[in-house]
Each structure stands twice: as structure tokens, then as C-alpha cells.
């Protein structure tokens, strides 16, 4: 799963749009668009970058989400 920033959102169209750019890439992706918190959520075995550069061709910013924790097993 990709956790992904996505600034510029401010309304459901801009969610929507963000949605449809993530299913352009992989029509079977599960993808979870958070508009406060401006994030995206995708379930996909697809290469991030691929997400980043579609939500990134439909007007937004896309970065990869950082990690508040390291995990040491």
C-alpha cells in the first residue's frame, strides 16, 4: 500500500479527479482520497511512480508520505 500527500486538493471534484487519475493507472487499485488530511491511499501491485505521475498530470502535487515512526523488528 502507497500513502501519498496530495496538496491542492479543496473540494470533491478534486477528489474525484484524484481518484479517477489513480484508476487511469490501475482500474483495480483500492485508493482512499482524504481531503483534509490532503492524502491518498492505494492498494495497487503497480509502481508508486506511476500514481505520482498521473495525480501529478491531473493538476496536483504528489509526494510520497513520511513516516512519523521507525520499526525495528
Request: charged letters at 20%.
Amino acid at each position: 500500500m502507497y500513502h501519498l500527500n496530495v496538496s491542492d486538493m479543496t473540494c470533491g471534484h478534486c477528489v474525484s479527479t484524484v481518484e479517477k487519475a489513480v484508476k487511469s493507472v490501475d482500474p483495480d487499485a483500492k485508493v482512499a482520497v482524504n481531503l483534509e488530511a490532503q492524502t491518498a491511499s492505494i492498494d495497487s501491485q503497480i509502481g508508486s511512480d506511476a500514481f505520482i505521475a498521473a495525480i501529478e498530470a491531473a493538476g496536483y502535487r504528489a509526494s510520497f508520505k513520511k513516516s512519523c515512526c521507525s520499526h525495528v523488528a
